[in-house]
């Protein structure tokens, strides 16, 4: 069946009253349609690191996917960590491995590694902590980028392993994530592009002898009519649009390399793609991650979810609004998506 995620930051920087924080936990935690929700990563945001475990303690059901950065701690102090947190969780948790696009959010902390490097460094990264998870006696790993002797965790993951989610367009990221990922997060893009990613990464998973489930991350503006589906995404446009410039919003900067927003600013010199692929708020945000949208009718949504579902996604990180975040007003209809596909 398949799964459906969405993305939450769930401490914003200001915010000191925790009560807002409360209600978007509680929806979260009502809600029959999602499985999992990325709490991600970046050097400027609240730590992730303190509002999971957070978040695992507040609610029964919410699932996190931790994004976690390779060169902010050792691997075997991550393998550590997860593996105490998933104990605790029970078995909810999941990590989303973020290589890093951007140079600058990642000299914030300090990683100077230069970007050809640093996939080298991810892959060294999640082979001692697997090692970590499964060993059974103490080992040592002396490497390109690490160095640790007697490595020997007490606890395990509930799990036995905390699932690996990923994402990236390199040729580096897809050998990464052939070689460790579990779950392939992809950016959204039209079908045709969609399935050229998919059989990209499953060849090279398959040489390696492993098998790859796909996530494909989308802003959904659905409604009744295709018209007021419309009507709420180009409200959104003129709200980001006019928020240029105040830091409201993250956004992509020039200095971004990544081939993913490469990739996704190409997509903006039109703005709809096949039936109802929108890329308006891709070009305002620079090719920011999850502002690729769908927009249009219940049925004419569902019936574009079914053929990605068709391509081979497994899963799909939705978000919406202006905030790429989860709203209530999305439940039933991704009840119904669950139930469909």
């Known amino acids: 069946m398949t799964e459906l995620f969405t993305a939450t930051q769930p401490l914003t920087g200001g915010e000191t009253d925790l009560t807002g924080l409360h209600h978007r936990l509680d929806e979260l935690d009502e809600s029959r349609a999602i499985d999992r929700v990325l709490v991600g990563y970046s050097s400027i945001w609240p730590h992730n690191h303190a509002t999971a475990p957070y978040i695992l303690g507040r609610t029964q059901r919410v699932a996190p996917i931790l994004a976690h950065r390779p060169g902010v701690m050792a691997p075997t102090l991550f393998a550590r960590y997860l593996a105490t947190l998933d104990v605790l969780a029970q078995g909810r948790l999941a990590t989303n491995v973020v290589v890093g696009g951007s140079d600058k959010d990642l000299m914030r902390e300090g990683d100077d590694l230069p970007k050809a490097d640093r996939y080298r460094r991810a892959t060294e990264y999640l082979d001692v902590v697997r090692q970590a998870w499964t060993s059974e006696e103490p080992f040592d790993h002396h490497g390109e980028f690490f160095d640790v002797d007697a490595v020997h965790l007490q606890t395990r993951p509930f799990q036995g392993q905390v699932p690996v989610f990923m994402g990236g367009e390199s040729d580096d990221a897809v050998e990464f994530g052939a070689r460790h990922a579990d779950l392939y997060m992809l950016w959204g893009e039209p079908?045709?592009?969609?399935?050229?990613?998919?059989?990209?990464?499953?060849?090279?998973?398959?040489?390696?002898?492993?098998?790859?489930?796909?996530s494909l991350s989308l802003r959904l503006f659905v409604a009744d009519t295709d018209d007021a589906a419309w009507a709420a995404a180009r409200a959104v446009e003129q709200e980001v649009h006019d928020a240029q410039g105040t830091g409201r919003f993250l956004r992509s900067?020039?200095?971004?390399?990544?081939?993913?927003?490469?990739?996704?600013?190409?997509?903006?010199?039109?703005?709809?793609?096949?039936?109802?692929?929108?890329?308006?708020?891709?070009?305002?945000?620079?090719?920011?991650?999850?502002?690729?949208?769908?927009?249009?009718?219940?049925?004419?949504?569902?019936?574009?979810?079914?053929?990605?579902?068709?391509?081979?996604?497994?899963?799909?990180?939705?978000?919406?609004?202006?905030?790429?975040a989860w709203d209530p007003s999305l439940e039933e209809f991704l009840l119904q998506v669950k139930k469909e596909l």
């Open 191 to 214: 079908l045709a592009g969609t399935k050229e990613r998919i059989d990209r990464v499953h060849a090279r998973a398959t040489e390696l002898g492993r098998k790859m489930k796909f």
């Open 253 to 324: 900067s020039k200095g971004d390399t990544s081939v993913g927003r490469q990739r996704a600013m190409a997509l903006t010199d039109d703005e709809l793609h096949d039936d109802c692929f929108w890329t308006g708020l891709t070009k305002l945000l620079g090719g920011f991650a999850n502002s690729q949208a769908l927009v249009g009718s219940y049925d004419r949504v569902l019936a574009t979810l079914k053929a990605y579902s068709e391509l081979g996604i497994d899963a799909f990180l939705v978000t919406t609004g202006s905030e790429a």
